[in-house]
């Protein structure tokens, strides 16, 4: 069997000039195995104190032309044959980390692609109220319809992230296999006859499709982001927010005026828009025929990662997390309508909370770059518990709930981006690490998101009438201390 080798210097650790580590070291493989990353004097380079903070960032690639055989032989992750070098090197120079063509072209497909595959679900809510209830109502108290909510995609991903290949030839199939089932599902949904058929291709194959192309966003990001990392993905977060702000209003229009089957064929081509870029930008950094580098520590066990103390803490924390932030998301219109706001200005307090998440997603991905992510992790879960504590409990009137919006938005909208700092740091650069501790967390605030409604719904039944003068208005206390 042959095949093309390449090799990667890291020139960014070496203050040697660029020729001469390159030089240095293809001549060194002639004589004895060396490890990749290595400076002029051919030793091998320590790993940087936070090698977790990005991935490795060569300038320079060197690529035999010609195809070496291995016969008998298996190069490690960390060095290579040095018979694939007796042939002409070229060297061929790489796009630059944090920076560039490359590495935002990137962001702007995952941007785009994040407005559909995280956007399109919070408009779940608006088609589940018009199958089970209402004039139109095809499926009226369906127990199964409830299922299609956000949350669940979450709960997929989870799931998928440990079975899908890491390979990157795999890479562009699994975005077009993704943009195919996303397509396909709502298709065939806007066909479907029964309730359970609906919440199966609308709800789960969508989020099938979708989940395969953000495990290809993920295990690239790492290769174009290593200082703006905070940054970056606060940008491709506000692209879910965009989606969670005009999907629900579109699909209300749409299905006021055209009905649910009209409703998911018309939004097929708009969402193949939106997903286009990502076949071409959604890509690596590295060649294909580049050898993968692996850090010289030999990486953690996923095992003996994941059992951690701080993941724990932080699986335990980033639940209670989401159970918390989803509240004004899934029951800030009921809270509006119980103080006696009228329909359009419910509809103002749910685009005030999503603007204000959005900025609030952006300017603590940038914040997170520069100061400790774990010290904005904290704050932003403090004041969000604060703001829902405060907002809900002193809001008498429309200017108190819209108060409330705001500021739960903005604290709460770059808690996610810190958690990627947190995955860095315990991945130490290694990929297929950082997928799997990425799918475990999504899995946990996938259920923490779905079951913020059954458990919220269960608690209004059972609490008093609305009673302005109390705090928390009485329906909305923690207790019944101040209960008439």
Same mark, same amino acid.
């Given at each position: ?126 088609? %589940? #109220? ?13 127990? +199964? $319809?409830? !299922? /299609? ?112 089957? %009209? #409703? ?13 870029? +990502? $076949?071409? !930008? /959604? ?202």
């Amino acid at each position: 069997m042959s095949t093309e080798i390449g090799l990667q210097v890291d020139l960014a650790k070496s203050e040697a000039p660029a020729r001469q580590v390159i030089e240095h070291t293809s001549e060194s493989f002639s004589a004895t195995l060396q490890p990749i990353d290595a400076d002029a004097n051919g030793h091998a380079l320590q790993p940087p104190k936070r090698a977790s903070r990005g991935s490795i960032s060569p300038v320079y690639q060197i690529q035999p032309l010609h195809k070496a055989s291995r016969a008998g032989h298996r190069a490690s992750l960390s060095t290579v044959d040095s018979d694939a070098f007796k042939e002409t090197d070229t060297v061929v120079e790489l796009q630059p980390v944090d920076g560039g063509f490359g590495a935002w072209s990137y962001v702007a497909a995952a941007f785009s692609m994040y407005i559909v595959i995280w956007g399109f679900p919070q408009a779940f809510p608006i088609f %589940q #109220t018009y199958l089970s209830t209402g004039p139109n109502a095809r499926f009226s108290g369906s127990v +199964a $319809i409830r !299922l /299609l909510a956000p949350g669940l995609q979450d709960i997929e991903e989870g799931l998928l992230f440990p079975m899908l290949p890491t390979n990157t030839k795999f890479r562009r199939p699994l975005v077009l296999v993704g943009i195919f089932i996303i397509t396909t599902s709502l298709l065939l949904a806007s066909y479907a006859q029964t309730d359970w058929h609906i919440v199966l291709l609308q709800g789960v194959t969508f989020g099938i499709g979708g989940i395969l192309m953000n495990f290809v966003h993920v295990c690239v990001f790492a290769e174009w982001f290593d200082k703006k990392k905070g940054q970056a993905m606060g940008i491709i977060w506000t692209g879910w927010r965009v989606g969670a702000l005009s999907f629900p209003l579109a699909c209300q229009w749409l299905l006021d005026q055209h009905g649910f089957e %009209q #409703t998911l064929r018309v939004l097929i081509a708009p969402m193949l828009t939106f997903l286009a870029p +990502a $076949i071409v !930008l /959604l890509r690596g950094r590295f060649h294909s025929a580049t050898i993968s580098v692996q850090p010289v520590v030999p990486p953690l066990s996923k095992l003996q990662a994941l059992r951690a103390p701080s993941v724990l803490y932080y699986l335990v924390a980033t639940s209670l997390f989401f159970m918390v932030v989803n509240v004004p998301k899934m029951f800030i219109t009921t809270f509006a309508a119980d103080l006696g706001m009228k329909g359009q200005e419910q509809a103002v307090t749910l685009v005030l909370l999503v603007l204000s998440d959005m900025l609030g997603t952006y300017l603590c991905g940038w914040l997170s770059d520069s100061v400790n992510h774990e010290a904005m992790t904290a704050l932003s879960a403090v004041s969000t518990s604060v703001t829902h504590i405060l907002g809900l409990g002193f809001a008498r009137d429309r200017s108190g709930v819209f108060l409330y919006a705001v500021a739960v938005g903005l604290t709460s909208g770059g808690f996610s981006n810190c958690l990627f700092n947190f995955f860095g740091d315990l991945s130490k650069g290694d990929g297929r690490l950082f997928t799997a501790i990425h799918g475990l967390f999504s899995f946990f605030r996938g259920a923490a998101i779905l079951s913020v409604g059954p458990v919220g719904a269960a608690l209004l039944d059972q609490s008093p009438p609305m009673n302005p003068e109390f705090f928390g208005s009485t329906r909305y206390q923690v207790s019944g201390a101040n209960r008439p």
